[in-house]
């Protein structure tokens, strides 16, 4: 008999305690961070879902092979390891490991990158977008017409716009350094790519000889996506599946903090030697050798064992049935989010929930302030102070206002959940009294890390 109940698909064996606060004490606690919940002490958030990167509770198996961990500087058995699983996984002929995703961004735009040069996507995620301008290139988002709807129901809002990509690819191919698709595609929503969309913007670049890579931190959960939304893959594995997305590709990126199941770590993997060399050149002078790329030992033998574990057909379904769970709660209240749910997140709308507040006056990034005022819960807005500001100055509205609740992979049971549906229903009835911020100390290349803000009406 099948039962409805979808449990924790593990046991859990060490516990962390959280500490609860007053609201006085929070409220405070915001204006010592200058109204940054990223400049929050960690220790004074009741439930953290800032991020999903790194966050997560490793496997007994995963600490079990730290113990293995090969701590030579080169040629580490460790390395090797993590070599096998990568390239089990991807096919790719070169891994390079790296401190994490952002330091494998900067590798491959360092090395191949010039001024001037484009990169397309489907939407870069903030630090992708931030090493595409450091380099002076220019990152361009073409997602489908549906991703910019939130309320718009639809199995794969991460898809890349075909229309557009031909049409980049025919008028600028000079200018077009590669191409990317996030998956699942976390600016958009943590929504996913299918394979037809893979394998057209494949056969696109091909035509073209533009490389193309995937941004792959999330790609066992959009290998779960495909199997359970697309025609003809419900009886392959995720495994199966996610080996024919990287057939699709030249090469990736790649967050080990997420679907690597670590704390730690990342990796660039690739088919081009020429690009391979120059980007092994560039981690020796930034991350370290070849074979251990700025991570220990141990943090590698986390990481071979976790990239599969994260295929796990048990773990994914109960993954991204507990994401669809709070959106069920959510939606049912009437509080409007990115639809469907995502597999990592839930991302409210916060452009639909406070449309009193104007999109530079940052309703996202309020709403969230709320959202921990009121219960102690941390999140990220994605929206105007993250992707508002652009290398020339000006600032413009994003394309949406979301507030994001990233769900650390195997830390939260399904209590936390319900009590994290309680305070947004209880922030909803305060919609109305929400206000926006202004700025008041900011860097010019990914602000929302460091800014400090103020609420409107603020004397300074």
């Not at 991302?347 to 507040?357: E, Q, R, S, T, V």
Request: some cysteine.
């Amino acid at each position: 008999m099948e039962f409805k109940t979808i449990i924790e698909p593990f046991r859990i064996k060490t516990v962390e305690p959280i500490r609860h606060t007053t609201r006085a004490y929070r409220e405070q606690a915001l204006q010592d961070a200058g109204y940054n919940l990223f400049l929050l002490k960690a220790e004074d958030v009741l439930i953290d879902l800032l991020t999903d990167s790194g966050t997560g509770a490793m496997s007994s198996a995963q600490w079990a092979g730290m113990m293995l961990g090969d701590e030579s500087y080169a040629g580490a058995k460790s390395f090797y390891k993590f070599e096998r699983a990568v390239q089990e996984i991807t096919g790719f002929k070169h891994v390079i490991p790296t401190h994490q995703g952002r330091a494998a961004e900067r590798i491959l735009f360092g090395s191949v990158l010039k001024p001037g040069d484009m990169v397309l996507n489907n939407t870069h995620f903030d630090t992708t977008r931030a090493n595409v301008e450091y380099r002076q290139g220019t990152a361009v988002d073409i997602p489908i017409p549906e991703a910019h709807q939130p309320d718009l129901i639809h199995p794969f809002k991460g898809n890349m716009d075909l229309e557009a990509l031909e049409a980049h690819l025919r008028d600028h191919w000079e200018y077009i350094a590669m191409v990317m698709i996030t998956v699942t595609n976390n600016s958009g929503g943590g929504q996913p790519v299918s394979m037809g969309n893979i394998r057209a913007v494949s056969e696109l670049c091909r035509h073209y000889r533009i490389p193309f890579f995937l941004d792959a931190c999330r790609f066992a959960e959009n290998a779960w996506f495909i199997k359970t939304r697309e025609e003809g893959y419900a009886d392959k594995t995720p495994l199966e599946i996610a080996q024919e997305m990287f057939s699709c590709a030249d090469g990736c990126t790649m967050s080990a903090k997420k679907d690597g199941m670590a704390n730690i770590g990342g990796f660039l993997a690739l088919n081009n030697d020429e690009w391979a060399n120059k980007a092994k050149t560039m981690l020796v002078i930034t991350e370290g050798f070849p074979t251990y790329g700025g991570l220990a030992g141990y943090d590698l033998e986390a990481i071979a064992v976790g990239l599969h574990e994260a295929l796990d057909e048990d773990y994914l379904r109960y993954r991204i049935r507990s994401v669809a769970y709070l959106g069920d709660i959510l939606t049912a209240n009437g509080v409007p989010i990115v639809q469907p749910p995502g597999g990592h997140a839930i991302y409210i709308d916060a452009k639909a929930m406070l449309p009193h507040i104007p999109p530079l006056t940052y309703p996202a990034w309020a709403l969230s302030l709320i959202l921990y005022l009121e219960g102690g819960v941390r999140s990220v807005e994605i929206g105007s102070v993250m992707f508002g500001l652009h290398p020339d100055g000006t600032e413009t509205p994003a394309a949406m206002e979301l507030v994001r609740l990233a769900f650390p992979r195997r830390v939260y049971t399904q209590s936390h959940v319900d009590y994290l549906a309680e305070v947004i229903l209880h922030v909803n009835t305060l919609r109305d009294k929400i206000g926006g911020l202004r700025i008041i100390q900011q860097q010019p290349a990914l602000r929302h890390f460091t800014a400090r803000l103020e609420p409107l009406g603020s004397s300074r």
